[in-house]
């Protein structure tokens, strides 16, 4: 990674700061070197509260840490839709035949684990039945809470419910997959809140004698996703899951890793099911199941899950850059640049004004505005901020945003039709036509895209 | 509406379908008249599982009827998610300031009713605790469930809370809005399972003086949208709340309706609600939610709460058209065909094979599937199917999904270029030549989408 940042091992102080308390959990986690690892860890989880990608507040930026979904701000609901959006275009928009599906979060199974949804009030009904006993009440309470739904925990038996009706889709033809995306629960850890997790799931249903290239396949594919979009793709490795941690029903498993400051974490993992959990949804009747692939066989089950919101954090720990600079008055600086891939970055251009006759220039930035919103450029209308700011803090802020461009239009702008666009990456500043911003920037962006 | 079904009243014989459940609800539901009603849900629901908008079963179409979340199938799936993004866009993308925010969907609240998550490991926990008095298991059990989390019914108490940290990125003015869409939890009416409602919700903060006026605002502006994606816009209206229906926190509220064939039901629901709830979740403290509007007012909250779920329902209802047509033999037969907007049409575009070498015509077929892949319109590969279909049964089998186009690549394309374009809404069959084709797809979504 390119971080450049101030390196003085452990020489955090202790401070009421917001983020002090989330540190705590980056030490338990920190391989090493702990004290950088900190230090890297607090810049990052400062800027993202600060520049709107988390909600303030302890609890919350821990959340993101551990991989979990948390209150977003307006930046970080942006870049986890773009991410999301991503995903499902590399999955379903391959070649492949991949479609969509959407299952309720809840279920009443017959699991005796889990999440379950109890409502209050039928609760309060049975607690007010004073004829009943103790005894009577706790075995009415305890058949309510086994009876009531549980939570969801990803989308894998979902997607085997699903796969019957979807035969049909492919007149019985293998492989084909079927995915979904959504929050999950898992139960809590303590905190007495379950976690909720965006997860992105691929259910690939395979003949069995091409599973393992199939694991292969996806193995390879979803790598290379995560690497697009990276600024340092090295960050981001696969490896086999040991034996011993391997699920129950997997025959085999991969898992996708980012290593994040305090060590590696999972963003995605592949595991290779065989037939069982398939067969056992649809009560062992094979004929249901069986395929034309030569042999009449039940598929084999490939699952690909990913950690959308680790995903989040992870591309937010990859794309943070701190580069020493000199400011004008010839004085020692950091820049903090969050340079997110041109396609997940929330905002793609600011628009500001510089001087001039503000009122005019106000309608070239509306005009302007109203232009890049119907070419679905995601804008920052920086104009409409009433404080005054320099360009120079301007800049700052939105290099910590992850803004691709500032556009600055001026009095010059009104005679000319010329104006400034500022790159986030180069730092360079062009002059443009007013006339060809517009274009300018949905090329750059859709070539970002193809690369 | 334009259904020109067969309509002999009350002919529905006892049948062993698997919508005859569903149509008992509908029946209940119904206004007048009950049969011709009954008859259109019965052949659209019929359409819905047959064409993979919503998968098989009862319970599942009937949650649809009902406005509630289920299982949609591949098409159902995109349909809803086109119209998610419609949404999103509408509102973000407006001029008006709003920003997308992501809150938890579960939360540890003081609230005594409504739906709790509740780990089933926790109460066995308590329950193998043999050394306690069924009194004092109890006791355990109701603290248990006291403090476990609740899901939110609605995303308003989650931008509530964001209002503060969102007042920065507005610089203290008014208004702004905070939008969020996602699952909300309700609970059940006595089938057990909590019913799952997509929403899509807009908070808007403005100065009390104006409320009025930006109710009308949202009002208009949401009206506008919901009929401008539907066959027949007089279908959509909205009426003011009356005041007996008024939720406890608001002064006014306005529902837009669709009228289904069994009668009116609210897609989207806006209510004026004041400043009390934002007071009271911020324990009262004025000063940290006055805003810079001349007055130093704390300001007033109008919520936009749309069902997405009912939505999809909607513009399905809407856009299916039945018709009289001769075909080949001079038999009157009955053409259905679900006019969805281009916008929200799940399937774009077919791709199928005519006469000539099939090897080669399938080239050619990969091909242009994977430009209009790197174009984003979505492609059904009908050139895949394996089994012999006719051309007739193909446009009934589109025509029922709502595929805009069918695209035909014969023995004729091999040699001079030129396919055959079927239009879902002509009917016309075009000849255009293979360089042309992604284009004028492209180009004729986005004309739709900018009317």
Same mark, same amino acid.
């Given at each position: ?201 691929? $259910?690939?249903?395979?003949?069995? #004698?091409? %599973?393992?290239?199939? &694991?292969?396949?996806? +193995?390879?594919? /979803?790598? *290379? ?41 999972? $963003?995605?993992?592949?595991?290779? #099911?065989? %037939?069982?959990?398939? &067969?056992?949804?649809? +009560?062992?009747? /094979?004929? *249901? ?163």
């Amino acid at each position: 990674m390119l971080y450049c940042c101030v390196r003085n091992v452990c020489k955090l102080k202790p401070s009421p700061c917001r983020v002090t308390l989330a540190l705590q959990h980056t030490r338990r986690l920190c391989s090493a070197p702990p004290g950088e690892a900190v230090d890297q860890v607090r810049t990052l989880l400062e800027l993202c509260v600060d520049r709107h990608y988390v909600s303030p507040g302890q609890p919350n930026t821990e959340l993101l840490q551990r991989g979990m979904s948390c209150c977003y701000g307006p930046l970080g609901m942006e870049l986890r839709r773009n991410l999301l959006q991503q995903w499902w275009l590399s999955v379903t928009g391959s070649t492949q035949q991949v479609f969509g599906i959407n299952t309720l979060s809840s279920s009443k199974g017959t699991a005796t684990d889990g999440l379950r949804i109890v409502e209050s009030e039928q609760l309060k009904h049975i607690l007010e039945q004073k004829e009943l006993s103790n005894q009577q009440l706790l075995q009415k309470i305890q058949t309510l809470i086994q009876r009531s739904p549980s939570l969801r925990t990803g989308f894998l038996q979902g997607a085997l419910e699903q796969f019957v009706p979807s035969l049909e889709l492919v007149n019985r033809k293998l492989p084909f997959g079927l995915a979904e995306t959504g929050l999950c629960f898992q139960p809590s850890d303590g905190s007495g809140c379950p976690a909720e997790v965006t997860q992105a799931s691929l $259910v690939w249903f395979c003949p069995p #004698r091409t %599973s393992s290239q199939w &694991l292969d396949h996806w +193995n390879r594919q /979803r790598l *290379k996703w995560w690497r697009k979009f990276a600024l340092s793709p090295s960050d981001f490795s696969s490896s086999d899951v040991p034996e011993e941690e391997l699920e129950e029903a997997a025959s085999r498993g991969v898992r996708i890793l980012y290593r994040f400051p305090w060590g590696q974490e999972p $963003v995605e993992t592949l595991w290779s #099911r065989g %037939s069982t959990e398939l &067969l056992h949804t649809h +009560n062992g009747v /094979r004929a *249901k199941l069986q395929c034309r692939d030569g042999r009449k066989s039940v598929p084999h089950v490939i699952s690909v899950t990913g950690n959308m919101d680790r995903g989040v954090m992870a591309f937010l720990s990859n794309s943070l850059q701190q580069l020493k600079k000199e400011d004008s008055k010839k004085k020692m600086l950091q820049r903090k640049v969050l340079k997110l891939h041109p396609v997940l970055a929330p905002v793609k251009v600011a628009l500001d004004i510089g001087r001039g006759a503000t009122v005019e220039l106000r309608q070239v930035c509306d005009g302007l505005l109203q232009e890049f919103i119907e070419a679905k450029i995601s804008t920052w209308p920086g104009y409409l901020e009433t404080m005054p700011t320099s360009m120079e803090q301007l800049n700052t802020k939105y290099d910590e945003m992850g803004v691709l461009f500032t556009v600055v239009i001026n009095e010059n702008t009104l005679e000319s039709g010329l104006l400034l666009v500022r790159s986030r990456d180069t730092t360079i500043k062009e002059t443009k036509h007013i006339s060809e911003i517009k274009s300018f920037l949905s090329t750059y962006i859709s070539a970002a895209d193809n690369l």
